[in-house]
């Protein structure tokens, strides 16, 4: 493998379990994840920091507001250093954002559809008619017209997004578990290897690795199963 294709998420609840598991993965992670209940609990200063000791940080906000606000948001995340970011699949909002990293090396990527839902969670937004997969395809259009760097999926709708997106665009799949793993609250679930198999770039690993006894052992074995 030449590049290391995992990103933990660090969804824990203060600044102390963050670096414990940072600590503890070391380089078996690519990338590591602060996400909304990490950044909610200890600020920006979590993703400096991180930066600054030389790991590659993907700041999970999936931001969605007026564009001013989305692009001048963008531009702060940039400037702490977060490498990925997220923001809601939406044209006005990935154009913003876009915009706001301009010059960095920050790169956008769009959400499409969580990988929590089905296709009843849809209805619950009033979007009938449609697969999530449909969906998907459907948002990620607009979203690379808008100048997407790249999009959060599903590994089920990796493949396909990958045939829209070209191969220059990244593509991140939370909802990845090992056989046998609890999917948890996820339900569109696919392995690591399947989902790098469909054309993913980096998997999102969260509780799987998390809430192990043994962290680095569980990324370790993640790891092994795919080279
Ligand atoms: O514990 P688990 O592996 O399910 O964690 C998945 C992580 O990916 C969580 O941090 C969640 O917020 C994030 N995520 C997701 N689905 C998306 C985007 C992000 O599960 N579409």
Redesign the pocket.
């Known amino acids: 493998m030449s590049r290391n294709p995992l990103i933990v998420?660090l969804?824990v609840e203060s600044r102390a379990a963050a670096m414990q598991l940072v600590e503890r993965c070391g380089d078996l992670a690519g990338f590591y994840?602060v996400?909304?209940e990490l950044f909610t609990a200890e600020g920006p200063g979590i993703v400096r920091d991180l930066a600054a000791a030389g790991k590659r940080v993907f700041l999970?906000l999936?931001m969605y507001d007026i564009g001013e606000t989305v692009k001048r948001a963008a531009a702060r995340a940039a400037s702490l250093g977060a490498s990925l970011l997220?923001v809601h699949c939406v044209p006005q909002v990935v154009r913003a954002a876009v915009e706001g990293v301009e010059g960095s090396d920050t790169r956008i990527l769009a959400?499409t559809?969580?990988?929590?839902f089905d296709q009843r969670d849809l209805e619950d937004l009033g979007i009938t008619g449609r697969t999530p997969a449909e969906h998907v395809l459907s948002l990620a259009s607009r979203g690379a017209e808008a100048g997407a760097h790249g999009f959060?999926c599903?590994p089920r709708e990796a493949r396909a997004l990958r045939e829209l997106a070209g191969p220059a665009r990244l593509l991140v799949t939370?909802?990845?578990r090992s056989a046998g793993a609890s999917a948890?609250d996820?339900k569109r679930v696919a392995t690591p290897a399947e989902a790098l198999a469909a054309g993913a770039d980096y998997l999102?690993?969260?509780?799987?690795v998390?809430r192990a006894d043994d962290p680095a052992a569980a990324l370790g074995r993640i790891l092994d199963g795919l080279s």
Do not use: F
């Open positions: 998420a969804d994840k996400g909304l999970d999936k997220t959400v559809v969580l990988t929590s959060v599903s939370p909802g990845v948890h996820q999102v690993i969260g509780r799987e998390t």
